[in-house]
């Protein structure tokens, strides 16, 4: 759920945390049921291909689909 400020809560590793403390202000995970997203992996996205992957759209298309239901 949000918090009172708003936020979209997260759980994630301090590891993890880091990385999206680093990008905040960007609106990176968002629910239009305000629950928490939980966050098991980051990968990181470089058009250099010194990275995970070179396109934002490679990387989605790798990552696992577990919705359980059509949010509209």
Do not use: W
């Not at 009172?4 to 990176?28: C, D, I, P, T, W």
């Not at 010194?50 to 059509?70: K, Q």
Request: with cysteine; charged share 20%; hydrophobic share 30%.
């Amino acid at each position: 759920m949000f918090s009172k400020n708003g936020h979209l809560g997260l759980k994630m590793s301090s590891q993890h945390r880091k990385v999206y403390e680093s990008v905040s202000g960007r609106k990176l995970l968002q629910t239009s049921r305000g629950g928490q997203v939980k966050v098991n992996n980051m990968v990181i996205v470089n058009k250099d291909g010194s990275e995970n992957f070179t396109t934002i759209s490679d990387a989605v298309a790798v990552a696992p689909n577990n919705t359980t239901s059509c949010c509209a």
